[in-house]
């Protein structure tokens, strides 16, 4: 059975994402940093649907102890799916943006993506068969008012994909990036309401966070073996 690690994994998406996994039949760790009972939530459907899981504990902005607990976990058993979900919101034009607004987005994000995901990557190469796949937004792909820092973030994670996307080539490892637009849940609720959405997306509703969960299954899955490097926008044709 193989292990997925799903950081953000109590969030509505990352949830979404767990449930989808552990129904494709892998052993989910559900990560939550702030909010371990959300986490522990999600293990307990995953459970109760017959799937495996448990769920982990750190800081993706810590990045000491990413290597420790990270460390400790695939030297039991190597992970060979990672889903970058963790990500965070602190808007405001970028001329009133304080600096601890632009570090923090970036810290989560980018530099997280990065904690988390190179201490796995020698033991997942071992195995000779990996997926890493990172959440995105609508935002790193054509930017967004108010959002210089969040989409400076995705966006940095489309180039430090791709790159690695390249040198896992040969590894039987691929690397890729899910963008989602408008997701249905408690942060996108609190931003836009049904008028903004008919607006904004072409298909004139919200997706829904099982509609990101599918194609991250896929990605996930041994079908998508020849599907590296890319860059795949979930946002009812908004671009």
């Known amino acids: 059975m193989k292990r997925a690690l799903v950081t953000g994994g109590s969030g509505d998406i990352g949830a979404a994402i767990c449930r989808r996994l552990a129904q494709a039949g892998m052993a989910v760790l559900v990560h939550a940093n702030s909010r371990p009972e959300r986490a522990e939530a999600v293990v307990a459907q995953i459970r109760a ?44 034009p970028l001329a009133g943006m304080s600096e601890a607004q632009w570090r923090g987005v970036i810290e989560v994000s980018l530099h997280g993506f990065f904690n988390v995901t190179q201490p796995l990557m020698l033991p997942m190469m071992r195995t000779r068969w990996g997926r890493v796949i990172s959440l995105s937004s609508i935002a790193g792909m054509m930017g967004n008012r108010g959002q210089a820092n969040y989409a400076a973030a995705k966006a940095g994670l489309h180039g430090a994909s791709r790159s690695l996307a390249i040198e ?5 490892i691929t690397v890729n990036v899910v963008a989602p637009g408008i997701i249905a849940g408690s942060m ?26 599918a194609v991250v299954a896929f990605l996930a899955s041994e079908e998508a073996g020849y599907v590296s490097g890319q860059v795949i926008g979930v946002n009812g044709a908004m671009a």
């Open 188 to 213: 996108t609720d609190e931003v836009f309401d049904e008028a903004a959405i008919k607006a904004q997306v072409p298909m004139k509703r919200a997706g829904d966070p099982q509609e990101v969960a």
């Open 49 to 92: 649907a017959g799937g495996e899981a448990e769920a982990v504990v750190f800081d993706v902005t810590d990045h000491a102890q990413c290597q420790q607990i990270l460390g400790e976990l695939a030297e039991q058993q190597p992970i060979q799916v990672v889903v970058n979900n963790a990500g965070i919101h602190d808007d405001a």
């Open 168 to 172: 896992m080539a040969s590894r039987g």
